[in-house]
C-alpha cells in the first residue's frame, strides 16, 4: 500500500476517458488499496484512478470516514433533484467553486470480485458520486462552476 501522486489540472491524463476493467488483478488490488491510502492521506472525500494517472473506470469515496464506497465502472442509472454547492477537488488544490448537480443519484458499479450492485445517494454523497464519475468520463468540476473559481480559504471565512 502507497501513497500515490495526484495529477493536477493541466494533466492531460484527466481528460481522458478511462477504459472499463474486465479482470480483477494483482494490480487492480493493488490500486484500489492505494487510491485508499491516497484518499485518506490528503483527507478527501473522493478519488478517481485518472487522478493518480490510471486510465481505469475506478473511483473510492467516503464522505463519512467510516464508509469507504469502491466503484468499478459505475454508471448513472437515475437522478433527481437538484442542488448546488461549493465543490473542491484534489486535482484542483486550494480551490473551489460553485457548482449545481443532481440532489438523488443512484449508481451501478461492481465491487473487487466484479459482483454488481446499486448505490444511492443523496446530497454529499450524490455530488461525490456524480463529480468522480466524471473524472472517468475526462471531466473536472471546473467545467461546471458557475461564476468564478475561488480560494478555498476565501469561502471558509
Known amino acids: 500500500m502507497a501513497i500515490r501522486k495526484i495529477r493536477e489540472m493541466g494533466d492531460p491524463v484527466l481528460n481522458k476517458v478511462c477504459k472499463e476493467v474486465k479482470d480483477i488483478t494483482p494490480r487492480v488490488l493493488e490500486l484500489i488499496d492505494d487510491m485508499f491510502d491516497t484518499l485518506y492521506e490528503e483527507n478527501g472525500v473522493g478519488l478517481a484512478a485518472p487522478q493518480v494517472g490510471i486510465l481505469k473506470r475506478i473511483a473510492v469515496i467516503d464522505t463519512t470516514g467510516e464508509d ?61 458520486l456524480l463529480h468522480e464519475i466524471d473524472h472517468l468520463d475526462g471531466h473536472i468540476y471546473v467545467e461546471k462552476v458557475e461564476g468564478p473559481l475561488q480560494d478555498v480559504e476565501e469561502v471558509e471565512d
Open 68 to 128: 469507504p464506497i469502491l466503484l468499478i465502472n459505475p454508471k448513472v442509472i437515475e437522478t433527481s433533484g437538484e442542488q448546488t454547492g461549493y465543490e473542491g477537488c484534489l486535482s484542483v488544490p486550494g480551490k473551489t467553486g460553485q457548482v449545481t448537480r443532481a440532489n438523488y443519484v443512484k449508481v451501478l458499479a461492481y465491487d473487487e470480485n466484479l459482483e454488481p450492485f446499486e448505490v444511492e445517494g443523496t446530497e454529499l454523497l450524490a455530488r461525490a
